[in-house]
Nanobody, 128 residues
């Protein structure tokens, strides 16, 4: 059974930083794409960043240059380093495990239909 547990959310002021972590059990990070998504109140869940089995990464335009996705295969842990946070980054952030081995194309933004396993989410609140 796949289990994903996020941690590291919290409240920060604009311009601040947070680092999210996602620990997995029952799933091998090294073999498939992993992703971070977020969902703000009243909005659809959107892809933020993804990393594939080769370590290739992709990002939504809104977070490029500010967020960095990484993973530690030995520890089966996924990370999202978020810098220069903005109020519009406020959302519940979800870790997800995918069924693709590689990011399909340059500029690809992760889509929920390729990620069958989800964590419970962690709240990130950015105040102005």
């Amino acid at each position: 059974q796949v289990q994903l547990v996020e941690s590291g959310g919290g409240s920060v002021q604009a311009g601040g930083s947070l680092r999210l972590s996602c620990a997995a059990s029952g799933y091998t990070y090294s073999s498939y794409c992993m992703g971070w998504f977020r969902q703000a109140p009243g909005k659809e869940r959107e892809g933020v960043a993804a990393i594939d089995s080769d370590g290739n990464t992709s990002y939504a335009d809104s977070v490029k240059g500010r967020f960095t996705i990484s993973k530690d295969n030995a520890a089966n842990t996924l990370y999202l380093q978020m810098n220069n946070l903005k109020p519009e980054d406020t959302a519940v952030y979800y870790c997800a495990a995918g069924n693709l081995r590689h990011i399909p194309a340059i500029g690809w933004v992760p889509q929920t239909r390729y990620f069958p396993y989800w964590g419970q989410g962690t709240q990130v609140t950015v105040s102005s």
